[in-house]
């Protein structure tokens, strides 16, 4: 079609789809899952010595994301049997500076989120990250779906939604474009990599099917070697 930088139709189309297929009011494409992050704990309005729980085995991003805006990432161990955050030890951890949770769902096993949000009745037929006020998604190769690299911030909530999109387009001001309106940076998926995550989605309920079918044969296969703890 031509058009090959950001803010092209394929990139508003992604960005509605992915919202309908989470059950969320607004998505915003980025350039990856790391910029997601960054976006996320600034738009939550995040201050320099506030805490921010993120597990001890997960990708750098969290951390970084955390100590960008100058504040302080607090490690909680994780569980051996799915690798995710120990909930048990969550509240261990709180304190009067705690302002988040990075809650990251690792190697496909969803945490238990009726015990961090609880809210067992709503849970069971929301899809991992649909809960919190935002949640972040990464598409790089290895992911569910991937755009090459991209990544997608989704909320229900207006005003974090247009800072979210303000954040990833540099802050250009409304009434003047260029007295920006804060420190943001250039975190805009492109119209190409939108097209490509709009043809994956179509495929996702296959691609999580393979995905559990090729979990289980590595699970079945390795249960029993001695070698494995």
Same mark, same amino acid.
């Given at each position: 079609? /031509?058009?090959?930088?950001?803010?092209?139709?394929?990139?508003?189309?992604?960005?509605?789809?992915?919202?309908?297929?989470?059950?969320?009011?607004?998505?915003?494409?980025?350039?990856?899952?790391?910029?997601? *992050?960054?976006?996320?704990?600034?738009?939550?309005?995040?201050?320099?010595?506030?805490?921010?729980?993120?597990?001890?085995?997960?990708?750098?991003?969290?951390?970084?994301?955390?100590?960008?805006?100058?504040?302080?990432?607090?490690?909680?161990?994780?569980?051996?049997?799915?690798?995710?955050?120990?909930?048990?030890?969550?509240?261990?951890?709180?304190?009067?500076?705690?302002?988040?949770?990075?809650?990251?769902? %690792?190697?496909?096993?969803?945490?238990?989120?009726?015990?961090? *949000?609880?809210?067992?009745?709503?849970?069971?037929?929301?899809?991992? /990250?649909?809960?919190?006020?935002?949640?972040?998604?990464?598409?790089?190769?290895?992911?569910?779906?991937?755009?090459?690299? /991209?990544?997608?911030?989704?909320?229900?909530? *207006?005003?974090?939604?247009?800072?979210?999109?303000?954040?990833?387009?540099?802050?250009?001001?409304?009434?003047?474009?260029?007295?920006?309106?804060?420190?943001?940076?250039?975190?805009?998926?492109?119209?190409?990599?939108?097209?490509?995550?709009?043809?994956?989605?179509?495929?996702?309920?296959? %691609?999580?099917?393979?995905?559990?079918?090729?979990?289980?044969?590595?699970?079945?296969?390795?249960?029993?070697?001695?070698?494995? *703890?």
């Amino acid at each position: 079609k /031509g058009w090959v930088s950001s803010n092209g139709p394929e990139v508003l189309k992604f960005e509605d789809a992915f919202a309908k297929f989470l059950n969320k009011k607004y998505c915003i494409s980025v350039s990856s899952g790391t910029a997601a *992050l960054e976006i996320a704990v600034k738009a939550l309005n995040i201050k320099k010595n506030d805490e921010i729980i993120i597990p001890n085995f997960t990708i750098i991003s969290n951390a970084l994301a955390v100590i960008k805006q100058g504040a302080k990432p607090v490690l909680v161990d994780s569980d051996l049997n799915t690798w995710n955050i120990k909930i048990d030890e969550i509240e261990k951890k709180i304190t009067k500076r705690t302002k988040a949770i990075i809650a990251t769902h %690792i190697y496909n096993f969803p945490i238990d989120m009726d015990r961090i *949000l609880k809210i067992c009745k709503k849970y069971k037929k929301k899809r991992c /990250g649909s809960f919190g006020d935002i949640s972040t998604f990464s598409f790089y190769a290895n992911k569910q779906i991937t755009t090459g690299e /991209g990544g997608m911030l989704a909320t229900n909530n *207006l005003k974090l939604y247009k800072k979210c999109c303000s954040l990833r387009n540099l802050c250009f001001g409304k009434k003047n474009r260029f007295n920006h309106d804060d420190i943001g940076w250039n975190y805009r998926m492109s119209n190409i990599q939108a097209a490509l995550g709009l043809s994956q989605l179509k495929n996702i309920k296959s %691609i999580v099917k393979k995905k559990f079918f090729t979990g289980n044969e590595y699970y079945q296969r390795l249960k029993n070697n001695k070698n494995l *703890l």
